[in-house]
């Protein structure tokens, strides 16, 4: 089973807060948990990523905290920024081949 | 990570003719992958570019609406065929680094609109 639900749809949050953005799987054979981050016209960014042995991983203001036995893992933005608002996607690895969630659009506002 | 690039970045196409995209990376990568991102949505794998053999589709993806070439490790083209209104979508190449994460890492994309 290759589903990913990623929650929520769309995010509104001024300018400080910290949004946080779950994802949810079923496979238990995903290898690799990355977040990435997309604006528009452009491809999607590798932002941060762990492996199922660790359980929180901080690269700056982003954080992700990832929960094995639940199989969900989550991002948060500390401290956000209006150049934090895009559209973000959880995208589990199994052999490879990225699974992508259905994305959260994120406003921050000023 | 790689530098990626895509072309053409946006094209207008009639229904019925076909359309190449290319991928250039500017280091030799192991795995290439081509997606589609239809307006508004999530991306959806197409297949995996392999070199020197054909390429491995996704379910829902056929062949001879989408062939592949891989000649060699730091280049791709995709040729969406048969072109439909349907078609109009973002095709982006990806690319595995191989390191120790083996991140994927994404071009900017073609932006297909098919009339």
């Known amino acids: 089973q290759q589903q990913v639900k990623q929650s929520p749809q769309s995010l509104i949050v001024q300018k400080g807060g910290i949004p946080i953005i779950n994802c949810a799987y079923e496979n238990t054979a995903f290898d690799y948990f990355p977040w990435y981050q997309q604006f528009p016209g452009k491809g999607p960014a590798l932002l941060i990523a762990?492996?199922?042995?660790?359980s929180e991983k901080k690269e700056g203001r982003f954080t992700i905290s990832f929960n094995k036995s639940a199989k969900q893992f989550s991002l948060h933005i500390m401290d956000s920024q209006p150049g934090d608002s895009a559209t973000y996607f959880c995208?589990?690895?199994?052999?490879?081949?990225?699974?992508f969630g259905t994305g959260t659009r994120l406003l921050v506002s000023p | 990570s790689a530098v990626i690039s895509q072309k053409p970045s946006r094209d207008i196409c009639q229904r019925g003719t076909s359309l190449t995209i290319q991928c250039q990376v500017d280091s030799q990568v192991t795995m290439m992958f081509w997606y589609r991102q239809q307006p508004g949505q999530s991306l959806t794998l197409i297949a995996t570019a392999n070199q020197g053999s054909e390429a491995t589709y996704e379910s829902g993806f056929v062949i001879d609406k989408f062939p592949i070439s891989r000649p060699n490790l730091t280049f791709s083209t995709l040729t969406v065929s048969n072109m439909s209104p349907e078609d109009s979508s973002i095709y982006l190449c990806s690319v595995g680094t191989g390191g120790a994460y083996d991140e994927q890492f994404f071009g900017p994309g073609t932006r297909l609109t098919v009339l």
């Open positions: 762990i492996r199922p042995d660790v």
């Open positions: 995208a589990p690895r199994h052999f490879q081949k990225l699974v």
